[in-house]
Nanobody, 119 residues
Framework: QVQLVESGGGLVQAGGSLRLSCAAS????????IGWFRQAPGNERELVAA????????RYADSVKGRFTISRDNVKNMVYLQMNSLKPEDTAVYYC????????????WGQGTQVTVSS
């Protein structure tokens, strides 16, 4: 099992940038695909971005393509989400999780980090 802890959220103005970090415990981190998900009040949790075990394959929600970049460092056991050109509709709690690639479902969720984008 892997444990995940998110950080880096905060309040930013529209058009600004944030970088979220996901720190993982466990020596088998590189065996797992990892995703970033988000959930806004009243909405279902949705996948934002995912990276394969090696980082060589990534997937993005259409709403963030060209603005967000997911990356990972398997030496440091870290996954990052660089978010640029932020919009108020990006406001949500962001979670990292292990991703089952075939379904893009998540498991072993972190506690989440709040991102608020003001207009």
């Amino acid at each position: 099992q892997v444990q995940l802890v998110e950080s880096g959220g905060g309040l930013v103005q529209a058009g600004g940038s944030l970088r979220l970090s996901c720190a993982a415990s466990g020596r088998t981190f590189s065996n797992y695909a990892i995703g970033w998900f988000r959930q806004a009040p009243g909405n279902e949790r949705e996948l934002v971005a995912a990276t394969s075990q090696s980082g060589g394959t990534t997937r993005y929600a259409d709403s963030v393509k060209g603005r967000f970049t997911i990356s990972r460092d398997n030496v440091k056991n870290m996954v990052y989400l660089q978010m640029n050109s932020l919009k108020p509709e990006d406001t949500a709690v962001y979670y990292c999780a292990v991703v089952i690639w075939a379904t893009m479902n998540g498991r072993y969720w972190g506690q989440g980090t709040q991102v608020t984008v003001s207009s």
